[in-house]
């Protein structure tokens, strides 16, 4: 079985415990507000179970500055996106950590896109990576998958308009080759999928594979589910193979890819949960409500147990059709009423990043 989704349930909990128990003594030590926070809520600080492991509500982040290093051994910021006046998650990555995720992404995605780079169309702007110490969500998810593709060409303009001609030229240059696109969701579909329909535009991007995820908020008051928008795509744009992925800023590298059969999994060094929105017990599969997600990652920040603002069900576990072990599960999007800060849901003309 491929790596890293090889690791039955059993086998990867038994791991995984053992090192969520050792970042939150870790972040205990070195970060005073997570310490003060562990101690006044009484919670079990050695956790038997993943269930057990205290879990930080994710909006803190962006009411907080939670960080486990000195100001001195931070070597980027992350920020969460949000149009002008809101607020913002800000995630400090040390050299250790930054490393550490940029490796996982790499093995996550290698069952999917092969060892091997491959041309790269970013389906967004490269004015979004300007800042190379601090980066929003958008930039951080282009700069991280940046790392399969080779001769990589950016889509769109600084005014978000579609490089036509460019794109054009591209591929027939590495026409016959596999081709990666890599972009958000909405940011696909409103300027690239839109702007191809609106100007008549059948584009075929040949032996593609497109990896994609977050802005799923405004499809959805369209209207537009995964099966739609990977049907839209191939019969007005010519991809053959989509992935979307679940993942989010304050767990940057910590990503949950689709499997051929449509569904999110958890790999070896990360896991998810369902709980109650209202009593936060642990749901059994099948059940919607809160995704938690854990990761064996961060360690200048304390965000390896995190409860997020996603409504998900767990649907499965060891036994998908696709034969990768671990828990399955699909995302029905954020809770009602909970602000709407997503990597590209937030994006607005005439505000940029």
């Known amino acids: 079985m491929i790596v890293p989704y090889h690791l039955i349930q059993l086998e990867k909990e038994r791991a995984l415990v053992e090192k969520l128990n050792d970042l939150t003594k870790w972040h205990i030590d070195r970060c005073p507000e997570y310490r003060a926070m562990l101690e006044k809520s009484g919670v079990v600080v050695e956790a038997s179970t993943i269930s057990e492991v205290p879990y930080l509500p994710v909006q803190l982040f962006k009411l907080m500055e939670l960080k486990s290093v000195t100001d001195e051994n931070v070597v980027k910021v992350l920020t969460s996106s949000g149009t002008t006046g809101q607020q913002v998650s800000r995630i400090y990555l040390d050299k ?5 995720q940029t490796k996982t992404l790499v093995e996550v995605m290698k069952p999917i896109l092969g060892g091997k780079r491959l041309p790269m169309i970013i389906l967004d702007t490269k004015s979004v990576l300007r800042d190379r110490t601090s980066f929003s969500a958008r930039g951080a998810g282009i700069l991280g998958f940046s790392n399969f593709g080779r001769k990589h060409f950016y889509a769109l303009h600084d005014d978000m308009t579609l490089d036509i001609e460019g794109l054009q030229a591209y591929l ?4 016959g080759q596999r081709v990666l696109l890599f972009g958000f969701t909405f940011m696909i579909w409103q300027y690239v999928y839109k702007e191809a329909v609106a100007r ?3 584009l075929d991007f040949g032996d593609s594979v497109l990896i994609h995820g977050g802005g799923w908020k405004k499809l959805t008051d369209e209207a537009v589910d995964t099966q739609t928008f990977n049907r839209l795509l191939s019969e007005q744009l010519g991809i053959r193979e989509v992935h979307n992925y679940y993942g989010m800023v304050e767990q940057v590298g910590s990503i949950f890819v689709e499997c051929t059969d449509g569904y999110l999994h958890a790999p070896s060094y990360a896991d998810v949960l369902i709980r109650d929105a209202i009593t936060f017990d642990e749901l059994p599969i099948g059940e919607k409500g809160l995704i938690q997600v854990v990761s064996e990652l961060p360690k200048s920040y304390p965000g390896h147990s995190l409860l997020t603002e996603d409504l998900g069900t767990i649907i499965g576990v060891d ?3 696709c034969g990768w072990k671990g828990k ?8 009602p009423k909970a602000e709407l800060r997503g990597c590209s849901d937030t994006f607005q003309e005439g505000d940029r990043e």
């Open 319 to 321: 036994d998908c059709n």
């Open 200 to 202: 008549n535009l059948q």
């Open 172 to 175: 027939k240059e590495y026409e």
């Open 96 to 100: 250790e950590t930054a490393v550490a």
């Open 328 to 335: 399955y599960f699909t995302v029905a999007g954020r809770i």
